[in-house]
């Protein structure tokens, strides 16, 4: 790429990548991704390397595996000086800015970004933090069946409410950055937080599609046929506490459907005004999500697992000036991206690497040649009792934790993860020796639990008298907006419009 490209990062909460017509889905409706993707780079075969909102996000912001940087779990803290492909772009010369939801836990609410034009959605604190050591309490401001059996339409919800402001501020960025004289490459990050539960979208989402062409769940198990792990999240999410309703599962979906559809409505407008600001010809458009939803697939919700429905996730890299639209079939991951921007940028000779990454390049893969095929994830949060991780290969699927029998899937053969392969002690020895290689389960058990008690003790302590918040507050100088007898009016009228009136 001859100038530096702008980058504009288009981020879901809880899209599974198989709710998308893009990969296969035929009860979507979503004309404004449909479109992207045919232009795209489109991976077949993402995932997230956490399946859950915060150490998933911090993965992907830092290019590293979440044992690395301590991403245990929706209360970690995300280290001030853990690096960010915001701060390697930022180093490199570029304009950095986030809107919308990131879960940045702790007082470093910025991790590389010159401005955050938005607050986030969900606390800054340790309150969240869950507790390996008495698993049976379940957490009270956790997951339940809620949002399932209270789906259906709405007037207004308090994630609208988030998600409108985000769309809304990042096209005023864009206008901004296209009328303004700051002329660095700029990389914005829109994260929005539906298609997340809970449930309930406005009517004109929810009927853009009938009931009857809702696609029910393909794999039901028995609650006591699942394996333990899955158990485990049938108590954490209180999965069993009310009685879940084919009608529940079934407007359950049809919601989620609209969610996703309220998704493809508010990208496509960030789309089009990336048109109407010129911006469009030399910006990367990358769609990506934090991890999937389980949908009721195997009587399970919302994600924390490593079954296909909660851990993979669509990956598009649209830039049809630089890269044939075509697919990819590797399997690779969110940790991935920090090194794709970095080279993508150019700016990787004038900021080297400040530290070792897991995540490894995309490039091969968009310009059409052999790239790795490897996808390494690890879950640590509420519903397991011991570290949990997956390797993902070929065609093969390995998950582990010292607390559970191990599970192995083909993929290719069984791609609804029916079939474990695991007891076949020949087959399955490779990879629990992979296992072996690549982490040190016990120290990684006692470090969560070191964390865990830590937190539980600040987050307590924090409580009692004067608090001060970690949330982001962001700032507006009013005076310096709209109409004010401190600014010029013809001026500040001349420089507000886009595009500019030249004289002849």
Not at 20 to 37: H, I, K, M, Q, S
Not at 134 to 160: E, I, K
Not at 207 to 229: F, G, K, N, Q, S
Not at 437 to 463: C, D, F, G, I, Y
Request: glycine letters at 6%.
């Amino acid at each position: 790429m001859s100038a530096p490209p702008n980058f504009l990062i288009l981020m879901a909460d809880q899209l599974t990548a198989g709710a998308l017509p893009a990969y296969g889905n035929r009860v979507a409706r979503t004309p404004n991704l449909d479109a992207l993707a045919a232009q795209a780079v489109l991976f077949r075969s993402a995932y997230c390397n956490s399946p859950l909102c915060a150490p998933s996000r911090f993965s992907f912001m830092s290019g590293r595996l979440p044992s690395k940087i301590g991403a245990y779990d929706n209360a970690a803290e995300f280290a001030a000086h853990v690096p960010t492909f915001a701060h390697y772009l930022r180093a490199g010369g570029y304009r950095t800015v986030l809107s919308g939801k990131m879960h940045f836990c702790g007082p470093d609410q910025l991790h590389g970004f010159e401005e955050r034009i938005t607050t986030d959605i969900y606390p800054a604190d340790f309150g969240w933090t869950p507790d390996w050591l008495d698993f049976q309490a379940r957490p009270s401001w956790y997951h339940n069946m809620d949002s399932v059996t209270q789906a259906g339409p709405c007037v207004r919800t308090n994630q609208l409410d988030f998600d409108d402001e985000v769309v809304f501020r990042a096209r005023r960025q864009l206008f901004d950055i296209a009328r303004g004289n700051d002329r660095r490459p700029f990389c914005m990050v829109v994260s929005m937080t539906h298609p997340h539960d809970p449930f309930a979208i406005p009517a004109r989402y929810w009927d853009r599609y009938r009931d009857e062409d809702i696609d029910m769940p393909r794999v039901r198990i028995a609650p006591e046929a699942l394996d333990p792990h899955s158990r485990r999240l049938r108590h954490v999410c209180a999965m069993d506490a009310q009685p879940v309703t084919e009608a529940h599962v079934r407007a359950a979906r049809h919601a989620y459907y609209g969610s996703v559809a309220y998704v493809d409505d508010q990208f496509g407008t960030l789309l089009g005004t990336l048109r109407d600001t010129r911006l469009d010809d030399n910006t990367v458009v990358i769609v990506l999500a934090d991890h999937g939803e389980m949908l009721g697939e195997r009587g399970l919700w919302y994600k924390m697992s490593f079954f296909e429905p909660a851990c993979r996730i669509p990956l598009l890299v649209h830039a049809p000036r630089h890269f044939k639209a075509h697919a990819v079939a590797e399997s690779v991951s969110l940790i991935d991206v920090l090194p794709t921007l970095v080279d993508l940028a150019g700016t990787g000779t004038a900021v080297p690497y400040a530290t070792e990454l897991e995540g490894r390049s995309l490039l091969p893969h968009l310009e059409g040649r052999a790239g790795h095929d490897e996808v390494r994830g690890e879950y640590l949060a509420e519903g397991a009792v011991a570290p949990m991780v997956m390797i993902r290969t070929g065609a093969t699927k390995f998950i582990h934790s010292p607390a559970d029998p191990d599970q192995l899937y083909d993929l290719a053969r069984d791609p609804d993860e029916r079939q474990n392969l695991a007891g076949d002690a020949e087959r399955a020895a490779p990879w629990r020796a992979a296992v072996g290689q690549s982490w040190n389960l016990s120290r990684l058990h006692e470090e969560v639990l070191s964390s865990q008690r830590q937190r539980h003790l600040v987050a307590h302590a924090l409580t009692l008298g004067r608090t001060t918040p970690w949330d982001h507050q962001p700032h507006a100088d009013a005076s310096r907006e709209y109409v004010r007898n401190t600014l010029s009016l013809d001026e500040l009228e001349a420089s507000a419009r886009f595009p500019r009136v030249t004289g002849e």
